[in-house]
């Protein structure tokens, strides 16, 4: 069965609530949520789902939520907390993820913001968090949880178990139903489906006001778009309050019916992506980065046999699995070979590595290593790349099947248009445009114009030849230098990044006459690296200053101001000098953002004694940073860092006469 | 002190109830050696009860001792209202006592799975034949007591090492694996022996919080012996001070950290 057979009374299906009406009476029986517990996968069935959230929104009812109140929910992937966002729904109320990592403070901003009345929370973890900024918080009355491990020594009067909201909902049903019936009745298209905070790389997070129109116009699209049907299982592990997984897991879900599978905790991810198998996935690049990195840290250990095996295919993988994914010709002999391959390599390492069953799969939110993205899909896996953003209920661009490259991020979505400024900022318009900021009206006045263009922030251009957008860089990052060449920091850093010993990169050069950078390790593979070559190192700050990593990173520099060289517009970007800094560039200490992107001004500012020793010519610097850990309480690092030159390659006259 | 059958409340709200063990006048000696000299306490049940002294004080021949590894010269160790005859060990964990051991005694070879899964020993009726032939009654009882055993793996937060060798796993998890396998004989007294040692002090805080969820949430009676001495005082509900094989103090850890003999025993004075 089709999607599209599906949808006889579309029409009518202008709520996820509706939606889930329509999947219990046409998918009954199909599983529509399994959750690892105790060993075990746990199903549900739509029309026990129905059921579930069906209590849920009885005892919400019953507990005092009104329409249009505010429900925060926060805690990792678990049904129970998925059906809370529709029940939330049922009541006329709006979701409101929130980051499950988020320290107390950064709570109170949102939960204060949009003046959540009830917060939804997974464990004692999350209730600690809520309970600490309460009185920072007038509006908050309730507090319901998931996980009762731990809870017997709290004062009960304002929390609430979920199953005790459920267990009071079903006592009572028939006080409520009539008035929930007319709630769901009073939802249209234009009623807000979800509230989602941007992570915000400047300043603090924005509302963003979704309306069911924005998530079930975009689920429709993007399922059609890839063929999605009630037939497909995902892994929901990223964070529930990142519009992916609201669009992944809630909106084409419920709009295609399929079954979302949560892992069991963070750390079995991929033991439960392996037994799960799904068949339509989503990760950010660093998921396909460290998966590849254990692959290749494993071969090292395995067989010189099936070492040699590994290698060999994969060479002919990396040959012609493109282009047969792609539907290109290739020669019979190559055909049979990769079958062969496919037999002794590919296939048993697609298992092991979950993609045994893969059908579509996305990566996007940063750039991928090409090396990466060419592997994953020369083992036949169709790993694609999308642009997109929370103002445009994800969708901005696709890569559509069979023109799939690393370096674009495709063609505009199904209805959205797309248009560059004369400043190379890219502004798209689609029926996934956003509603508004919450409680923000100057903000939403200055990112989307009457009539509905939304600036995204990122510049960029489409190519000629192929129609595919490529991006370049945030807009507000693109700046120039002194000599008036242009300044892209995120094409160099990107650059740097595909290494694998590289975490992260930061480039500085606005208005100053050459580019520095900052470089963190990934301690994983250096640390892997270090272990084979018997490097003894007893921290990260250790590892991170020890000459050998430091020689090593100035190679991958220099590699990279080589190729940075041969770009016409952007060859003044070369790094001429960098260190190596001490510690992780960490969300925890406002470095980044809760999605892990560098947060410039702020990097700038706490590290500006270092900057200035990288353009001052010394080549030392000693510097003490605060950290923050994970439980709030703040330390110190101090560190004397040594500022490495780079070699650069001369810039040639057109370079600069090129502006 | 109160009385002994009396039941009191802690202020963070657990129930401490009466006494489950007690010790009285206990002397072990090895050859010419006492290793301990007429030591008497209690253990009550629902508490966490620290052992603590300096190196050589002879707490792990305490512990030996409740646990039945060691049978003392004189004094008698009475268990749940009887005097407890000399017992081998295994009788011991058959009474409901479970520990851990300082050096960790894991079955190396096997997962973590089937380390916890051997804390169920005592409760499987079933002999070899059955459960390899695992039909009926045998199936029944490994499904009821793998039950029991992937609840401790999620109350301690081992999931994802659940088909892991210990063998490959760094020291602090397989701390953790030893304890797991302890409360999955879901044991009426639990014996901790130096549970923290080695740990750094992240590891510390996880296994401390560990303790007290296990003791908080399965209402075990806990006896631990430590080195740490923040870590005791934060944990215990009273603490037996021992020194040179003698008790030097004993009761609440304020009590016990402004009591002299205490003092001096750690920051060291001349025994004369």
Redesign the interface.
């Known amino acids: 069965m089709t999607v599209a057979q599906t949808q006889s009374s579309a029409a009518e299906m202008v709520s996820l609530p509706a939606l889930l009406e329509r999947n219990a009476a046409q998918f009954g029986d199909r599983e529509a949520y399994r959750e690892k ?4 996968w746990q199903c549900w069935t739509w029309s026990q789902v129905q059921q579930e959230i069906e209590a849920l929104a009885l005892g919400l009812i019953n507990l005092g939520v009104n329409e249009g109140d505010f429900i925060a929910i926060i805690g990792r992937n678990r049904p129970y907390l998925y059906w809370s966002m529709v029940a939330a729904q049922s009541v006329g109320a709006v979701p409101v993820p929130l980051y499950q990592d988020a320290v107390a403070e950064e709570m109170s901003y949102v939960l204060g913001h949009c003046g959540a009345r009830f917060v939804i929370v997974g464990d004692q973890e999350q209730v600690d968090k809520v309970i600490e900024v309460q009185d920072q918080l007038p509006n908050l009355e309730q507090v319901i949880y998931l996980d009762p ?2 809870m ?2 709290y004062d009960y009067h304002t929390l609430h178990q979920y199953s005790h909201v459920q267990d009071q909902g079903r006592a009572a049903r028939d006080e409520w139903t009539p008035d929930l019936q007319a709630r769901k009745a009073k939802l249209t298209y234009d009623s807000t489906c979800v509230m989602l905070y941007t992570s915000g790389t400047t300043g603090k997070p924005k509302g963003v006001v979704l309306s069911n129109r924005n998530v079930i116009e975009s689920a429709k699209n993007s399922a059609d778009f890839d063929k999605l049907t009630v037939g497909e299982n995902i892994l929901s592990y990223l964070p529930m309050a990142w519009v992916g997984d609201f669009i992944f897991s809630i909106g084409q879900a419920y709009w295609c019916g399929f079954c979302v599978n949560c892992p ?2 963070a ?2 991810m991929m ?1 439960d992506l392996r037994e799960i198998g799904p068949t339509y996935f989503f990760a950010p690049p660093r998921v396909f980065e460290g998966q590849l990195t254990s692959v290749m840290i494993r071969m090292e250990d395995a067989g010189s046999l099936k070492r040699k095996m590994f290698h060999h295919f994969l060479a002919h993988a990396k040959k012609v699995g493109g282009r047969l994914l792609d539907g290109k010709p290739v020669g019979l002999m190559d055909r049979l070979k990769y079958k062969l391959g496919d037999f002794l390599v590919y296939g048993p390492l697609k298992d092991t590595l979950g993609y045994g069953r893969i059908r579509v799969g996305y990566t996007a939110g940063e750039a991928i290593g090409p090396e990466i993205f060419d592997f994953y899909r020369s083992l036949g896996i169709n790993l694609k790349q999308l642009y997109g953003q929370t103002e445009a209920t994800v969708f901005i661009t696709v890569q559509p099947d069979g023109e799939v490259r690393a370096d674009t991020v495709g063609v505009p979505a199904p209805d959205v248009e797309i248009k560059i400024d004369d400043r190379g900022e890219i502004h798209y318009r689609s029926p996934g445009t956003f509603v508004e900021y919450y409680n923000n009206p100057e903000s939403t006045a200055s990112t989307k114009d009457p009539e509905g263009w939304v600036a995204t922030g990122d510049a960029g251009f489409f190519e000629d030849d192929s129609g595919h957008l490529r991006i370049i860089d945030r807009a507000k990052d693109v700046g120039k230098l002194a000599d008036g060449a242009m300044f892209a920091p995120k094409y160099v850093e990107n650059k740097l990044k595909f290494y694998p010993d590289i975490l992260e990169a930061v480039l500085f050069g606005n208005e100053r006459d050459r580019c520095v950078a900052f470089i963190n390790i990934d301690l994983t593979a250096v640390g892997n690296w270090a272990e084979r070559n018997n490097i003894a190192y007893a921290s990260y700050q250790e590892l991170a200053g020890h000459p050998k990593v430091l020689q090593s990173i100035k190679e991958h520099v220099q590699t990279v101001n080589a190729s940075v060289a041969e770009d016409r517009m952007l060859s003044g970007c070369q790094v001429h000098r960098f260190v190596v800094l001490h510690k992780e560039l960490d969300a925890d200490d406002g470095e980044m953002t809760r999605t892990r992107k560098v947060r410039r001004v702020i990097v700038e500012d706490k590290y500006a004694d270092i900057i200035n020793a990288l353009y001052d010519g010394s080549t030392q610097i000693s510097t003490s940073t605060e950290v923050t850990y994970e439980d709030g309480r703040k330390g110190e690092i101090s560190a004397t860092l040594d500022i490495i030159d780079a070699d650069v390659v001369p810039v040639r006259m057109q370079a600069v006469a090129a502006e | 002190m109160k009385d002994m059958d009396d039941s009191s409340v802690t202020e ?2 657990r129930t401490i109830g009466g006494v489950v063990m007690e010790m009285k006048n206990i002397t072990l000696r090895f050859g010419g050696v006492v290793a301990i000299k007429d030591i008497s306490f209690d253990i009550r049940e629902g508490e966490i009860r620290a052992i603590i002294g300096p190196n050589g004080a002879g707490k792990s021949s305490m512990l030996n001792v409740i646990s039945g590894f060691y049978v003392p010269q004189e004094g008698d160790v009475w268990f749940r209202g009887s005097k407890r005859p000399a017992m081998r060990p295994y009788e011991v964990a058959r009474q409901g006592i479970a520990r851990t051991f300082q050096n960790i005694a894991l079955f190396d070879g096997m997962s973590v799975l089937d380390n916890v899964m051997t804390g169920r020993l005592n409760y499987m009726k079933t002999n070899i034949f059955q459960q390899a032939l695992w039909r009926g009654r045998a199936e029944a009882e490994e499904t009821e007591n ?2 029991v055993v ?2 401790i ?3 301690l ?1 081992i ?2 090492i ?2 892991t060798p210990v063998a490959r796993l760094p020291y602090g998890l397989k701390k953790r694996v030893e304890l797991a396998r302890a409360l999955a004989a879901e044991p009426k007294l639990l014996l901790l022996d130096e549970p923290m040692a080695g740990m750094n002090v992240e590891e510390k805080e996880d296994m401390s919080r560990f303790i007290l ?1 296990a003791n ?2 399965f209402g075990t009676t806990i006896a631990l012996i430590e080195h740490d001495m923040g870590v005791v005082m934060d944990l215990s509900d009273r603490v037996v001070v021992m020194d040179y094989g003698k008790k030097i103090g004993d009761g609440t850890p304020d009590e016990v950290r402004n009591n002299q003999a205490v003092i001096d025993a750690y920051l060291g004075v001349s025994h004369d």
């Open positions: 517990e105790f060993g075990i491990r731990g017997r020594k069991e905790s750390d079995t033991t | 963070d709200g793998r039950e992937e609840r793996i999620d109350f937060e999931q994802a659940r088909k969820d908080d949430e």
